[in-house]
């Protein structure tokens, strides 16, 4: 009932900063996760960041703490991520992702969408 669609990827050198956005419609996010996973070449999808919407509280996998934001707008039903001081390990199909709390700290979601590039070169 979630539909998500993200867009903000692109092509960067290591160092810049990228911000993802995901719009979503549908069913309310009030007992969901909703946050982004990703996917690089040859590995396993993997948790990037979640807010635990119901009471806002921000979680983000140690790879990329300190250098990537969560936020949102609850008013235009928006996610974002704010990436700061890419890495090319950084380099991975970005998926804006909702889930029951918890299911997205495992690399899985309810609902996810079509996924946006991000390339980090070296």
């Known amino acids: 009932q979630v539909q998500l669609l993200e867009s903000g990827g692109g092509l960067v050198q290591a160092g810049d900063s990228l911000r993802l956005s995901c719009a979503a419609s549908?069913?309310?996010?009030?007992?969901?996760?909703v946050g982004w996973l990703r996917q690089a070449p040859g590995k396993e999808r993997e948790f990037v960041a979640a807010?635990?919407?119901?009471?806002?509280?921000?979680y983000y996998a140690d790879s990329v703490k300190g250098r990537f934001t969560i936020s949102r707008d609850n008013s235009k039903n928006m996610v974002y991520l704010q990436m700061n001081s890419l890495k090319p390990e950084d380099t991975a199909v970005y998926y804006c992702?909702?889930?029951?709390?918890?299911?997205?700290?495992?690399?899985?979601?309810?609902?996810w969408g079509q996924g946006t590039q991000v390339t980090v070169s070296s």
């Open positions: 992702a909702a889930g029951m709390p918890g299911v997205l700290f495992l690399g899985r979601a309810d609902s």
């Open positions: 549908g069913r309310t996010f009030s007992s969901y996760d």
């Open positions: 807010i635990r919407w119901s009471v806002g509280n921000k």
